[in-house]
């Protein structure tokens, strides 16, 4: 079946740091794919997404490239923040699995000053 | 503002007495779902509904029941619970399973003894 693979966390960086957080994925087709994000104590909220090959999805200066050729969705941030500490989450969804989203285990990014 | 809204955020209670968790959405979405968050297992799926009367089964529904009488409230019932249903609780919702993007609530956090 559809699954979703994420890094394992936690990630600590330096704030200005490069970001990459990689997610891979195993689905037949071309299935939609997310980056949602959770703050603290709150719930997740949609981050970004790309629904077909090459697509790349952007939002508060991430990124992240649908390829279809490595079945990736890495997340991306040229210089991260403090108030980016955050778990972040990897879905996909694919009308074989009658669309329901099918959810990475979360990594935990830690930003320090 | 559109929201999902959980009460209550925290809960502890007893093994065997039976509690229910509300959730409520004011953005006139026709699904809606009810993961919970467990440390090292990412978010599962408990229920979900397509539309009001309409409910199905998630990756681990048991020892848990849902209703959908009206659109905006998806409320969860635990009519016995059991230490192992300690767990963070979200509520989300959307337009319609696959490509819409969820909306959670901020989340339940429960503590059976």
């Known amino acids: 079946g559809d699954s979703v693979t994420q890094m394992e966390g936690p990630v600590t960086l330096s704030e200005e740091a490069f970001l990459t957080i990689n997610c891979t994925y195993t689905a037949t087709g071309y299935p939609s794919l997310f980056w949602y994000v959770q703050y603290p104590g709150e719930g997740l909220q949609l981050l970004l997404k790309?629904?077909?090959a090459d697509d790349k999805g952007s939002n508060k200066g991430f990124e992240a490239t649908y390829r279809k050729e490595t079945t990736s969705f890495h997340l991306e941030k040229g210089s991260v923040q403090v108030s980016d500490s955050a778990v972040y989450f990897c879905a996909l969804s694919h009308m074989d699995s009658n669309y329901q989203l099918i959810w990475g285990a979360g990594t935990k990014l830690i930003i320090k000053p | 503002e559109a929201q999902v809204t959980q009460n209550p955020r925290y809960l502890i209670t007893v093994t065997g007495k039976k509690l229910t968790v509300t959730c409520s959405q004011n953005m006139n979405h026709e699904y809606m779902s009810w993961y919970r968050q467990d440390p090292g297992l990412g978010l599962r799926q408990i229920y979900y509904?397509?539309?009001?009367?309409?409910?199905d089964k998630g990756d681990v529904p048991e020892g848990y029941k849902v209703s959908r009488k009206e659109k905006r409230n998806f409320p969860l019932i635990l009519e016995s619970p059991s230490p192992n249903q300690t767990s963070l609780y979200f509520c989300?919702?959307?337009?319609?399973?696959?490509?819409?993007?969820?909306?959670f609530g901020n989340g339940t956090r429960l503590t059976v003894t």
């Open positions: 509904s397509m539309n009001v009367e309409v409910t």
């Open positions: 989300a919702s959307s337009w319609a399973r696959g490509n819409s993007p969820l909306h």
């Open positions: 790309a629904t077909k």
